[in-house]
């Protein structure tokens, strides 16, 4: 499965080209977080989470979604970085897994945790891509702030 990903994000942006193969990555990841709002997250775990001051709720989300990483990294590696601001990163990331770029490639995982952690954290949350694999980087680094 991880191949098919890498050879449709690859496909996206050589038919496509760059700028709207991320814009079509970013809707796919907005549309994939309320996927999981809708049917992965338990309402009673979002009710908890949007109850909470956004630290302690950021906490408890990603230890979530560290324990599910491997949906989504595949054989990538995620991890926190740092906690002020919030960064996440993503190792050997399949969406840019290959490619050379001079822009961030994976606005997938932009719009997936946008639409998570506004949601669930802060409606004031800015998801940025500060560094990429594509970009030679050694890891895809999500910057979270609210």
Not at 12 to 17: A, F, S
Not at 24 to 35: P, Q, V
């Amino acid at each position: 499965v991880e191949t098919e990903v890498i050879a449709l994000h690859q496909q996206l942006r050589e038919q496509l080209g760059i700028e709207r193969a991320r814009a079509i990555s970013f809707d796919a990841g907005l549309r994939t977080g309320d996927y999981l709002l809708a049917h992965r997250i338990p309402k009673n775990a979002q009710r908890f989470l949007r109850l909470l001051p956004p630290g302690p709720s950021s906490k408890i989300l990603l230890k979530a979604i560290g324990k599910h990483a491997w949906t989504f990294s595949g054989s990538g590696e995620f991890g926190v970085k740092q906690w002020k601001p919030l960064q996440v990163s993503i190792r050997d990331c399949p969406l840019c897994r290959g490619a050379v770029a001079d822009t961030p490639l994976c606005d997938f995982y932009t719009g997936t945790f946008e639409r998570l952690f506004r949601t669930l954290v802060s409606k004031k949350t800015q998801v940025q891509e500060v560094a990429c694999g594509a970009m030679g980087e050694p890891a895809c680094l999500f910057e979270m702030r609210w």
